[in-house]
């Protein structure tokens, strides 16, 4: 695609002014002591590190994984490119005999939603998780021979987060042992459905269960909605892409309609509730729960993915904080050159609190999806026995079913809020870290953060999905006031704010580290029993009380990672995995993520009397600003440590080698398709383009 005038000569002869950034960087990581490749080794594992490397390997050699258009090209292009590299990756992935792991570290090198993104998730897993042997041979061997494509049609036009109120229904026709698939209005249209708009054959429709009149809540059914020969949506289903997004516009999102489709029975995933096509009884899983186990999947995953997430936009903006100069430091001896951006105590109080925030979040996800793998092991010694039909029909359960998922279900609530809002948060911090350079798609940051912002609302609201976590810390509060035995942490903490909640609290916050954990568990215990006296005694309503919930679920959430985060250092195999340095610095970066944490939400921490107003100021005034100092000279080896490679991170400002004006110079005048046109100006000519170099970038298989 040769620009209409290209790059002379004498242009691409020219270099930065000043001190170059390949020079800073090096010496940035001369300052340093930190074995980049035994930290790496420490986040990753060796095993997760070739693995990257030799499939890098693979995906650079692919032309059709080339990025150079990427930041350049519309919304049509842009998909099919990616439906190219889909099909792509997909034939790799055959070729390679590739695992699971395999597919996840691709596609986080590609990093793009794919348009085969839903089918390789929540499709496959639910087919997998919820359907019975027979429906695994009819459906899943399908599936996962992609021959049916398919995707995951809970979210509707008019609802999201409230499952039980989807509006899409399948009624039970007993005459012919089939379900009638129906949406009976426009926001019962499934909408925001990835994968649905132009890519799949096959959907996982969640609708409203219906035997004889009597509705029996939302259940998983497999429909399909196109030919498989055609491709063209069935009769009676509409289908179509919802439009251009925020970002995510690689991903076909889509809108589906049913008018009365017939489905068989083999339709509906049987693993934990059926319906007898001879009786036409239900029968009820063990727990209301298990039907919503992609889902606690789902935000169990995106906990674990959370702190890669941050990772990425916090390596670019350290990098580039440690290139880019501006002005002089008024105390400075040598005032004959500008300062580093990264010297600035404002820029490290945004970065180096988030690099901090990137291990914590890292350390949570392990654990949380250590406890996801636990329960599914319970849950499906579970499966196929009949529950009670005791439930409340409101958002507050007081009489529950079981508590089979309990704890997992209001953790991965917790976290997945706490965890992708930081993430989100993060990122934008970072780009604005980067100065007016960040708002270039160049940068890497902006379009990352356009990709994953939707992770705040999808799986759940960040901020709805605090209430699941309020009603099981009210609910297990009830069981501590009874005198019940602590069965976990949660039942222990809150029994150990009551035993000692007379005496008060008396934790070293800046002198030991298991007290920081322990001040994070008793402002969590406070807030709980706080929330339940406005809730049991003072007889407020739900609504009135949202805020506090929110609040709670965040205090729990923000104990649970700092829990991680302290575990995951005092683990018997850390020391033999990182050298006394490298593990003494981690322990810093615990301190400023919990101390910053703890000055940011001060007052529920005084309030609760888990610290004094003294040591509120001393963390803010002398504990972590010596951290920011004391960690300030390993922040470029610290964020090499993560490990990502300059193509994955398709980054001018976060460049390893710290070429970061030449890699933006080059882009844009040598890789700008619009630099390729030669423009008609003037408004009395009706010509718009006078030449027409540009070649449209096409991905071929």
Same mark, same amino acid.
């Given at each position: 695609?040769?620009?209409?005038?290209?790059?002379?000569?004498?242009?691409?002869?020219?270099?930065?002014?000043?001190?170059?950034?390949?020079?800073?960087?090096?010496?940035?990581?001369?300052?340093?002591?930190?074995?980049?490749?035994?930290?790496?080794?420490?986040?990753?594992?060796?095993?997760?590190?070739?693995?990257?490397?030799?499939?890098?390997?693979?995906?650079?050699?692919?032309?059709?994984?080339?990025?150079?258009?990427?930041?350049?090209?519309?919304?049509?292009?842009? =998909?099919?490119?990616?439906?190219?590299?889909?099909?792509?990756?997909?034939?790799?992935?055959?070729?390679?005999?590739?695992?699971?792991?395999?597919?996840?570290?691709?596609?986080?090198?590609?990093?793009?939603?794919?348009?085969?993104?839903?089918?390789?998730?929540?499709?496959?897993?639910?087919?997998?998780?919820?359907? /019975?042997?027979?429906?695994?041979?009819?459906?899943?061997?399908?599936?996962?021979?992609?021959?049916?494509?398919?995707?995951?049609?809970?979210?509707?036009?008019?609802?999201?987060?409230?499952?039980?109120?989807?509006?899409?229904? &399948?009624?039970?026709?007993?005459?012919?042992? /089939?379900?009638?698939?129906?949406?009976?209005?426009?926001?019962?249209?499934?909408?925001?459905?990835?994968?649905?708009?132009?890519?799949?054959?096959?959907?996982?429709?969640? *609708?409203?269960?219906?035997?004889?009149?009597?509705?029996?809540?939302?259940?998983?059914?497999?429909?399909?909605?196109?030919?498989?020969? #055609?491709?063209?949506?069935?009769?009676?289903?509409?289908?179509?892409?919802?439009?251009?997004?925020?970002?995510?516009?690689?991903?076909?999102?889509?809108?589906?309609?049913?008018?009365?489709?017939?489905?068989?029975?083999?339709?509906?995933?049987?693993?934990?509730?059926?319906?007898?096509?001879?009786?036409?009884?239900?029968?009820?899983?063990?727990?209301?729960?298990?039907?919503?186990?992609?889902?606690?999947?789902?935000?169990?995953?995106?906990?674990?993915?959370?702190?890669?997430?941050?990772?990425?936009?916090?390596?670019?903006?350290?990098?580039?904080? &440690?290139?880019?100069?501006?002005?002089?430091?008024?105390?400075?001896?040598?005032?004959?050159?500008? /300062?580093?951006?990264?010297?600035?105590?404002?820029?490290?109080?945004?970065?180096?609190?988030?690099?901090?925030?990137?291990?914590?979040?890292?350390?949570?996800?392990?654990?949380?999806?250590?406890?996801?793998?636990?329960?599914?092991?319970?849950?499906?010694?579970? *499966?196929?026995?009949?529950?009670?039909?005791?439930?409340?029909?409101?958002?507050?359960?007081?009489?529950?079913?079981?508590?089979?998922?309990?704890?997992?279900?209001?953790?991965?609530?917790?976290?997945?809020?706490?965890?992708?809002?930081?993430?989100?948060?993060?990122?934008?911090?970072?780009?604005?870290?980067?100065?007016?350079?960040?708002?270039?798609?160049?940068?890497?940051?902006?379009?990352?953060?356009? +990709?994953?912002?939707? #992770?705040?609302?999808?799986?759940?609201?960040?901020?709805?999905?605090?209430?699941?976590?309020?009603?099981?810390?009210?609910?297990?509060?009830?069981?501590?006031?009874?005198?019940?035995?602590?069965?976990?942490?949660?039942?222990?903490?809150?029994?150990?704010?009551?035993?000692?909640?007379?005496?008060?609290?008396?934790? +070293?916050?800046?002198?030991?580290?298991?007290?920081?954990?322990?001040? =994070?568990?008793?402002?969590?215990?406070?807030?709980?029993?706080?929330?339940?006296?406005?809730? +049991?005694?003072?007889?407020?309503?739900?609504?009135?009380?949202?805020?506090?919930?929110?609040?709670?679920?965040?205090?729990?959430?923000?104990?649970?990672?700092?829990?991680?985060?302290?575990?995951?250092?005092?683990?018997?195999?850390?020391?033999?995995?990182? +050298?006394?340095?490298?593990?003494?610095?981690?322990?810093?970066?615990?301190?400023?993520?919990?101390?910053?944490?703890?000055?940011?939400?001060?007052?529920?921490?005084?309030?609760?009397?888990?610290?004094?107003?003294?040591?509120?100021?001393?963390?803010?005034?002398?504990?972590?600003?010596?951290?920011?100092?004391?960690?300030?000279?390993?922040?470029?080896?610290?964020?090499?440590?993560?490990? =990502?490679?300059?193509?994955?991170?398709?980054?001018?400002?976060?460049?390893?080698?710290?070429?970061?004006?030449?890699?933006?110079?080059?882009?844009?005048?040598?890789?700008?398709?619009?630099?390729?046109?030669?423009?008609?100006?003037?408004?009395?000519?009706?010509?718009?383009?006078?030449?027409?170099?540009?070649?449209?970038?096409?991905?071929?298989?």
């Amino acid at each position: 695609m040769p620009p209409a005038a290209p790059t002379p000569e004498w242009v691409k002869k020219l270099k930065p002014s000043g001190i170059q950034g390949s020079e800073l960087l090096a010496a940035e990581r001369a300052k340093s002591n930190v074995d980049v490749d035994a930290l790496s080794r420490f986040i990753h594992t060796q095993e997760g590190l070739d693995r990257k490397a030799r499939i890098l390997k693979l995906l650079e050699h692919e032309k059709v994984f080339d990025k150079s258009q990427n930041y350049f090209a519309g919304r049509v292009d842009r =998909f099919e490119t990616a439906l190219a590299r889909a099909k792509k990756l997909r034939q790799i992935a055959v070729h390679h005999n590739w695992t699971q792991e395999d597919k996840i570290v691709a596609n986080d090198l590609i990093s793009e939603p794919g348009p085969y993104g839903l089918h390789e998730s929540m499709f496959l897993i639910t087919l997998r998780d919820q359907g /019975t042997p027979e429906q695994h041979e009819k459906f899943l061997k399908k599936a996962e021979a992609y021959e049916y494509i398919g995707c995951y049609a809970q979210t509707e036009l008019g609802h999201g987060s409230n499952v039980r109120g989807l509006e899409t229904t &399948a009624t039970w026709n007993a005459d012919d042992k /089939t379900f009638i698939i129906n949406s009976p209005s426009l926001t019962a249209s499934k909408w925001w459905i990835g994968s649905l708009g132009r890519t799949a054959n096959h959907a996982v429709v969640m *609708a409203q269960l219906i035997i004889n009149g009597r509705p029996y809540g939302p259940h998983p059914f497999v429909v399909q909605i196109r030919d498989m020969k #055609t491709h063209k949506p069935l009769e009676n289903i509409h289908i179509g892409d919802i439009g251009p997004k925020f970002g995510y516009n690689t991903m076909d999102n889509g809108f589906l309609l049913f008018n009365k489709v017939k489905v068989p029975h083999v339709s509906m995933l049987a693993r934990f509730s059926r319906v007898d096509p001879e009786t036409s009884r239900y029968l009820r899983p063990a727990s209301p729960s298990l039907i919503y186990g992609t889902l606690t999947w789902v935000r169990s995953t995106i906990v674990m993915q959370a702190g890669a997430v941050l990772a990425r936009g916090v390596t670019i903006a350290t990098r580039y904080a &440690a290139v880019r100069r501006q002005f002089q430091d008024r105390d400075a001896k040598d005032q004959s050159s500008e /300062t580093q951006v990264l010297n600035y105590t404002t820029v490290q109080i945004r970065l180096l609190t988030l690099l901090a925030t990137t291990f914590a979040l890292h350390f949570t996800g392990r654990g949380m999806m250590k406890l996801y793998e636990a329960n599914q092991k319970k849950m499906s010694a579970d *499966a196929g026995k009949v529950g009670s039909a005791k439930r409340g029909a409101g958002p507050e359960e007081t009489h529950s079913g079981s508590d089979l998922l309990a704890d997992l279900h209001a953790t991965s609530c917790g976290l997945k809020s706490l965890a992708s809002s930081t993430a989100v948060d993060g990122l934008e911090v970072c780009r604005r870290a980067c100065g007016g350079h960040g708002y270039s798609s160049f940068s890497g940051i902006g379009p990352w953060y356009a +990709d994953y912002l939707p #992770t705040a609302t999808w799986e759940g609201d960040n901020y709805m999905l605090t209430q699941q976590v309020a009603r099981y810390l009210l609910k297990t509060a009830r069981s501590v006031l009874k005198g019940n035995e602590p069965t976990n942490d949660t039942m222990a903490i809150l029994r150990n704010f009551l035993d000692k909640s007379d005496m008060g609290a008396a934790f +070293d916050i800046l002198g030991k580290d298991e007290d920081l954990v322990a001040a =994070f568990a008793w402002r969590s215990a406070f807030l709980t029993f706080e929330a339940l006296k406005h809730r +049991d005694e003072q007889k407020r309503s739900w609504n009135s009380l949202l805020v506090d919930f929110y609040r709670l679920s965040r205090a729990h959430s923000q104990y649970m990672v700092v829990k991680n985060f302290y575990e995951a250092l005092n683990q018997p195999d850390v020391t033999g995995s990182l +050298d006394p340095d490298t593990l003494n610095l981690m322990h810093k970066l615990f301190r400023l993520y919990a101390l910053h944490t703890l000055e940011s939400e001060a007052s529920e921490f005084y309030t609760s009397s888990a610290v004094t107003v003294r040591q509120i100021m001393l963390a803010r005034t002398t504990a972590v600003m010596k951290l920011l100092e004391e960690i300030r000279p390993h922040a470029v080896r610290l964020v090499d440590a993560w490990a =990502f490679p300059d193509w994955q991170m398709d980054s001018s400002l976060g460049r390893y080698d710290g070429k970061v004006y030449e890699d933006m110079f080059y882009r844009a005048s040598e890789q700008n398709p619009l630099n390729g046109i030669v423009v008609d100006p003037y408004p009395s000519s009706e010509v718009l383009f006078k030449e027409n170099h540009s070649q449209e970038f096409k991905s071929k298989l």
